[in-house]
């Protein structure tokens, strides 16, 4: 049997389901776990992950999704389907601050990511060495004002075929919209602050000045307009009077880190679905 | 139409989702929201909690129970079913400390609990104002060790027909277990500790003198067991070298409150399933 | 002896503790408890709260302060002293919402907040019933665009005699520049956000339209700038894919009493000094 | 000029600040920053950490010292004098679990925690390889109860001389009363729980079985009562129904890197004064 992941969305309208749920069992798989979100009670979308057990001897992928694919166009719904036996490939960009990389590579390598990093590709050399002792393949990428277009292109030729998704670790630079229109795939990005608090450079200095008293870090899906992609992930964190730029830095870390962490453990579990400006993220 | 909400926990097998979303849909329901849990994806035990419209103009309460009935003998499920027409009728018992019991009645007051407060009863006259002003009736019960068997025949007395469940409101006095095998319906319990740290008497000051960062509340049912009921909820929060055992007692006041209020909250919604010595609470 | 707190702030320099702390051990009093800050080792501000039993048998409050403002013009500090026998004065204000309000009674009555409140000033009727109970004079001042001037003239006229600083307790409308400029003294808002996001109208609509994974509320000093005065305190909580706009609120609700709660406190405790944009509040 | 940090602790009377800051003062020492605190204001202990910039070329260390000495006899007080040119060796010990040594040696590798680690020991072999990458000395003594004492008096022989205080990263041996006080240094440990809740073996399944809805880490000095030592800091995290003990773990992980980085970080800034069975952590 294979751990299968199934996620829906669609109008919502009565029934949806008792016919997945009817279509899942008539198939011969049990159902582990299901969760359900209509977001307005009158007209609103539905989203639906139903994790099950595909008994492959009995039922192939091929005829579980072409039945599915029937139930589907019924339903007006989009959908996406994840076999546990499928592990995902990610490629990690990343700038000079290595905390966020360095806590990914050691998830990875502990197995609690099950994900594939068939590269790391950075603007800086500074991460090289780390990367290396993982064995993973490390791109230098430089870019600048003049060169960004051909840097961008060497990445996407990097990306485009290697890997599923991307996570920026901390990767200071902004991503054009030319890039993600031909990229397509999910780009998970980590940005130091509270979103939509402090855009943009220097968030840490800006909750200095503004004298905040609780301090963020937010996971976001990559869209086109700066920092204002659908959120997937928060973590905050108490600063004190005493506590300095760099104090707010070095406790943001921690955030950073863990919030991305969180992000990307979701991902895996294709626990998220986007829905517009906003993520349903199924616990 | 009328919101209802229908409980189930059963052993897991396949097809209990079908089952139950057909039955649903068979029935002219509309499902608004539901969710699952199974505790071990081998031989666990199943919980469900499924939220619908049932039009009563085409299928009644008896009918729908009825049928029901056979479906959940079929799953060998134990199940409740509320109707959102119904509001429970829950009896509170406080001591001096009036901070939760206040919470409530504004709570209730304010329309954020659907809840009927027949009574509330104390061992001490203090709070006797104070739930005058709200229009409900104070029953003052006095309980010394010689008295309490009397004591708590007479808050059986008074609660036993008035009431669908009852609340601790930090009620200082221990209830036997004669009284809960008597009442048998849910008895809901504000600790004044994160438990399991810190049970028994005087918490606040337990907990200074082991020095812990960290103080907390827990909501929790009560059974015969003291302190050692099914946990619903735990609110903590952090505490300071500067703190005295006064302050854990002011900042604790403010977590009790809002520990009680989300178990309130939650067990209103028909929210908690209770499954031996753990809760499961859906979100 | 009487309890007494002394603020001071002034440029860092060598030898101010030293210089303090002997004009206080000169006095005769015991420090009972002292807290420094400096913003910036090199040519930054200095920030010191010291609390100091005032045995007023061989010092008088005149003789201390006379002496004391010698001191503090050498240092070229800006000072405040409190004696713990002088109760100041607070004037709520409140709009319809009325959870804040009555959680600062509640806390007032049971003695947590040691503050006299002489009267509540709201432009609708809907708290009266309340604020009457705790028989506090309750003063309606109704405010249109086109009264807008005269309203706040009158409550001018309530306030300026009769307090020592003001609390916006879901008060929701703006006073002018010219109410600041007349009233000088502080004035403590609650707003129900996590600033500096969602400033301005609707703030919970606001975050649910966002799709943050965390929403909060921030107790502030009133400045001319909307939304932008001295954070003193803020609290947060985590919400879910269920949560409508509506349990936002309700969460929210809870943060609001609370940040506002601890924001009092700390003033009533004469832990905050108010530096440019930003507070230090001491512990 | 050497920042320096000076801890003390004696009972509490009057004019201690104002003797202190004076001292400093008249040894031409510029006071960074000073926090106090006294247990009880009648009769308690009294707790200093005073930061100061020493003028070596003004006053050495010897000379410090030697004044300092009789002004702390006097006072009754117990100190430690910290001159931020030494830097502290610490020796961890680890067993299996390498999540916290992982994050220390991160940490250390970046710069944030100011410390030299001459050696990791561990019990077992699997560490091994990235200890060595940091090139670090790994030291593999096993332990069975047959060899215990004489594996303890290997581990002692090692860190006898070359640290000056311990770390436990997830080293899963009890050590014995003997090493305790043959080592006479401060040992620090992670537990993985909220103490006092859960000690002993496998908390994370007595969390679960129990039903608690948060769950922690605790960082404490290792005292000879097993997981009884003055706490020096606390991390919680909300775990859901949905939450299996690998869960718990995995979440934990989280919880015990942060506890005891902030636990360390807090000792090597010399902000942490034991007090019996609690500690003062300033912050």
Known sequence: MTRTVLLIQCPDKKGIVARVSEFIFRHE????????????????????RIVFALEEDKVSRE??????????????????????TETPRVGILVSKQDHCLFDLLYRHRSGEFS???????????????????????????PVTPETKLKAEQQVLDLVQESTDFLVLARYMRILSDGFLAAYKKDILNIHHSFLPSFKGADPYRQA????????????????????????????????????????????????EKLALANAIHAYLDHRIIR?????????
Chains 1, 2, 3, 4 share one sequence.
């Not at 798989?29 to 639906?48: A, K, W």
């Not at 760099?246 to 955030?255: A, Q, S």
């Open 63 to 84: 005829t579980f999704e072409q039945d599915w694919a029937r139930v589907a166009e019924e339903l007006g719904a989009k959908w996406s389907i994840h076999y546990a």
């Open 208 to 255: 200095y000045d503004r004298g905040v008293k609780i301090i963020g870090a937010t996971a976001h899906f990559v869209t086109p307009a700066l920092d204002e992609g659908p959120i997937i992930e928060q973590m905050v964190e108490r600063v004190y009077y005493k506590d300095t730029v760099d104090d707010l830095k070095r406790k943001g870390r921690n955030l």
């Open 275 to 283: 829905d517009a400006q906003r993520t349903i993220v199924f616990q």
């Open 29 to 48: 798989c049990n159902i582990l776990t299901s969760d359900q979100h209509t977001t307005d009670p009158e007209g609103g979308r539905y989203f639906m």
């Open 115 to 141: 994900v594939q990093i068939p590269l790391v590709i950075s603007n800086h050399e500074d991460c090289r060495d780390l990367v290396d002792r993982y064995g993973i393949p490390f791109h230098y990428v």
